[in-house]
T-cell receptor, first 113, second 113 residues
């Protein structure tokens, strides 16, 4: 079974721009979660989608948004980029939600200049 | 929300010795506790997880223990090998909830030859 894939793997943007990241979950997995990883804050939960519905959102500003499509693929968008948004953005998929095991993708490394 | 504390932040052990990493959590409703290993430049990989109805789980050289009363859980690696060198993250979540995984800050495990 193919693993979680994310595109693009690397991105360089400038302040004020917006960016869209994509995540394709493992086949058959219906839940996708997004995390931000930085050296200072570690791994922080952004949001989780299940059956095209956002289940919950972490403590991030409204500039961070996402969506999920009927094939379970998910996108996250960050508008009006700030320098502090530079991070590794990881998505994780699992069959359901809650206690099911989450499998991570390779991440998208976003650099904001 | 949930808060997970992880110690130590860096752990150096001699090859062949054991390593123990400890985590505490704050929300007594949490009932799923995975451990992830992340090598430099790679995605977090699940190495073991435990659910609250189990006190201990073992998989070859890796074991996890959970003390729900004290709200702490630990990762034990025996007979450490050079390939065990990585950053290890503990996490906690409320099963069936939608808050995603709350991660500890990570432990950089260094195996000295």
């Amino acid at each position: 079974k193919a693993g979680v894939t994310q595109t693009p793997r690397y991105l360089i943007k400038t302040r004020g721009q917006q960016v869209t990241l994509s995540c394709s979950p493992i086949s058959g997995h219906r839940s996708v979660s997004w995390y931000q990883q930085t050296p200072g804050q570690g791994l922080q939960f952004l949001f989780e989608y299940f059956s095209e519905t956002q289940r919950n959102k972490g403590n991030f500003p409204g500039r961070f948004s996402g969506r999920q499509f009927s094939n379970s693929r998910s996108e996250m968008n960050v508008s009006t980029l700030e320098l502090g948004d530079s991070a590794l953005y990881l998505c994780a998929s699992n069959r359901l939600i809650g206690t099911d095991t989450q499998y991570f993708g390779p991440g998208t490394r976003l650099t904001v200049l | 929300g949930e808060n997970v504390e992880q110690h130590p932040s860096t752990l150096s052990v001699q090859e062949g010795d054991s390593a123990v990493i400890k985590c505490t959590y704050s929300d007594s409703a949490s009932n799923y506790f995975p451990w992830y290993k992340q090598e430099l430049g790679k995605r977090p990989q699940l190495i073991i997880d435990i659910r609250s109805n189990v006190g201990e789980k073992k998989d070859q050289r890796i074991a996890v223990t959970l003390n729900k009363t004290a709200k702490h859980f630990s990762l034990h690696i025996t007979e450490t090998q050079p390939e065990d060198s990585a950053v290890y993250f503990c996490a906690a979540s409320i099963g069936g909830g939608a808050d995603g995984l709350t991660f500890g800050k990570g432990t950089h495990l260094i195996i000295q030859p």
